[in-house]
């Protein structure tokens, strides 16, 4: 069974830096492309940033310049560095895996985590 599990989120001032990690047990975690889309209260999830597998990145244009997403194959952990933080950051974000590549919509990801909150005040 896969479990992917999320830490590092909690509470920031605008402006400041979080950097999220996310565990997974997956079987050759090299073959999976990896990304954080997070969720705020009374909107859809949204797509934040992605690694392929042959460590393509991707980022949505609310995040780019700011927030870096990297992989450790030999730790099966994907990380998100945040950094200037802004208030409508405020979200809960999730880990998310599937084969290969990218895809910018989450109904193609086939493994999640639990999530993890992000709240930046202002």
């Known amino acids: 069974q896969v479990h992917l599990v999320e830490s590092g989120g909690g509470l920031v001032q605008a402006g400041g830096s979080l950097r999220l990690s996310c565990a997974a047990s997956l079987r050759s975690f090299n073959n999976y492309a990896l990304a954080w889309f997070r969720q705020a209260p009374g909107k859809e999830r949204e797509f934040v940033g992605g690694i392929s597998w042959r460590d393509r990145t991707y980022y949505a244009d609310s995040v780019k310049g700011r927030f870096t997403i990297s992989r450790d194959n030999a730790k099966n952990t994907v990380y998100l560095q945040m950094n200037s933080l802004k208030p409508q950051d405020t979200a809960v974000y999730y880990c998310?895996?599937?084969?290969?590549?990218?895809?910018?919509?989450?109904?193609?990801?086939?493994?999640w985590g639990q999530g993890t909150q992000v709240t930046v005040s202002s």
């Open positions: 998310a895996a599937r084969s290969y590549n990218v895809d910018y919509d989450y109904h193609s990801w086939n493994y």
